[in-house]
């Protein structure tokens, strides 16, 4: 704490006797177990911020938290990642109030600061913002030497004050998830690069099959030199004893180089697709999945950027006939769009649903943003070729202003259609329609009143063998981010009967880190009721994940049923 808080120490911080060895100090030690594999178990990095908010404020007792990260490269205040009891609204004016004081103070020293401490010497307005959130103190988030971002904390729901130990776990907490969220910001980044050479080897293939002569001597001229040039570049970034200085120009022209290649592959498909030489390889799909698949892989990137990337399924499965890699081309000229056009903090979201209109089935995909929207009368010019809304060269967002327009044309080219909503200052809605036959069930998946089974088209729960003090569950198909919820709800109840679970995993034929997840939060919940719950059967590849990630440290895993019953004294 600083000098004042040292002389007049804060209700919010003030100390009390350190918690007894075996009783809040197993606690938090387990706090620290849970938040440390849960941090690793997702690519989102709002749904990290959400992790860290959760168990800190059960590890601290406290109601109301808010967690800002510093964009990089910007000089702007820390954006908003996750809040918890406290709205929106204010927790974004709190750091607007106070986001200078509250850097310069950080970077000075990294220990926790009370409000009065953020006001002290600055501007008295700060207080009254704080007290209508009900947040208490701040906790800089340190990573190497500077700051990553702000924690922010109420007092506890029990009206004593923090102890010199909780301060010290928060600290160490902030150290761990610091680290984390960071790795989930460079991870992502390398892992969008990956996706855009994927799609860039993609469309590199699709070049060579084009057969007009138009497209070959361009391809010819233009990108072949353009090709040598990024590979003599890249050569001789890789040569020893380069200056620093050397090295940034050189990646620097690398990456213009793939910018301009890029460019020019926009304009061949462009070119393909108005002169109608461009021909989709339709196939019947599931187009919920493919959605899915596209929105895994764009969600690490997306999230390193800063923007709160979700996706809504409103139906199990949608099937049509369709171009999975035309299909992914307009998605991706959506997304960038949305990204680029929307500031740091900003929402976006994709949809897939059924929709019906003048009678016919669509299948409709939707992504939908929060940003400064666009004024009605210059909503048609979106989808005009080479046309920026800001065509000024001093203006903020580049690119030749073909992306919406080639993805309207391959939407045409799909039997569908591409239209966009907007309002200033409410954001943006791009509609993307496929027709489609589509494929919905009359009630929820997972009802299971009168039958033996629950269900989703991916996981199958087999109904509840009561064994007296003991429950088994047998769990069959896909374990991952749609179906775990599930699992979990059907076990809540089970585990508020204060019954122990078995739980057979032997026909699980697949388990994402959404799964590994689920297992160790049902660990940690019957843990707290004082219950146990025991594995059985863990398929060869999940077995694998277990050990790898030395798991198996924390989950209790038997070969069979009998010997987990044994084990739980039957």
Known sequence: MGDKAKKAPSEATRTRPASKAGDAGDATFRAFLSMSHLLTLSLDLYHVADNLLINLMGQLRTERACLWLVPEGDDVAPVLLKCRGVDDAEARLVMEACAARLMERSRARPNPLVVADVAHGGDDSILPVMERSGLRFFAPIWVRGEVLGHLALGERSDGAPYSDTDVQALQASLAIAGVAMQNERFYGRLLERNRELRIANDRLKDLDQMKSEFISNVNHELRTPLTAIIASLECVARVENTPVHGQELLQYASGQSRKLLGMIENLLTFSAAEDDSLRPNFATGDLVAAVSDFYLERLPGVSSELREFTCVREANMLTGKFDEQMLRQILDALIDNAVKFTAAGARIQLRVRPATENGQEWIGVDVIDDGPGVPPEELAALFEPFRQLDGSMTRTVGGMGIGLSLARRLAEGLGGRLTAKSE???????????????????????????????????????????????????????????????????????QGNGQNLVLNLSEVTFMGSSGIGALLVLVEQFQEQGGSVRFVSLPPAVDSVVKLLNLDRFLSIDLTESDALTALGT
């Open 424 to 494: 200033p200052g409410k954001g943006s809605v791009f509609t993307l329609l496929l027709p489609g036959a589509v494929q919905l069930t009359d009630e929820p998946a997972d009802i299971h009143e009168g039958r033996g089974l629950a269900m989703t088209n991916d996981l199958e729960i087999s109904s509840p063998e009561d064994r007296g003090g003991i429950v088994l569950l047998r769990v069959k198909g896909r374990l991952d981010v749609k179906t775990a919820p599930i699992l979990l709800q059907r076990v809540a109840a089970i």
